[in-house]
């Protein structure tokens, strides 16, 4: 797995560019500080939320250039947790679900998401997402 993401370049950025800073919500803390700590490891910034409250409040403090938000509560209950995370940081929002479905896809899409896709994550897909959801953004 290491020898393959050697091969994805790194963020590039000038003196004046700011690292991006990306906020992960997960409930489960190995996924929260694995993705963190790859990120990082690959140039950027990263901050962890475990639950709602946590995100509004790192909101609150930090301007976020991309959030991943895992899908672990009712879809009602994350649609508002999406729409008032966006009115908080006008960036790119990518959902991630271990129980995807094609109703809450186009409902998280309405609401302004990014990018919504399934687990189980990869190195390569979470790289992907994370350049085409800055880029697209700037």
């Not at 990306?22 to 694995?34: P, Q, S, V």
Request: hydrophobic share 40%; proline share 4%; glycine share 2%.
């Amino acid at each position: 797995c290491r020898d393959a993401l050697q091969c994805v370049s790194t963020p590039r950025k000038s003196i004046m560019q700011k690292t991006p800073t990306i906020l992960i919500i997960d409930a489960e803390e190995c996924i929260r500080y694995t993705i963190k700590y790859f990120l990082r490891e690959k140039g950027y910034e990263a901050h962890t939320a475990k639950n709602y409250e946590e995100a509004l409040s790192l909101a609150s403090i930090f301007s976020y250039d991309l959030i991943f938000f895992d899908t672990i509560w009712e879809m009602k209950q994350c649609l508002e947790i999406i729409r008032t995370l966006k009115r908080a940081n006008h960036c790119p929002i990518a959902v991630i679900t271990a129980s995807p479905d094609d109703n809450d896809a186009v409902a998280a899409r309405a609401a302004g998401v990014f990018d919504y896709f399934p687990k189980p994550l990869t190195q390569e897909k979470l790289l992907q997402i994370t350049s085409i959801a800055l880029q697209a953004y700037q």
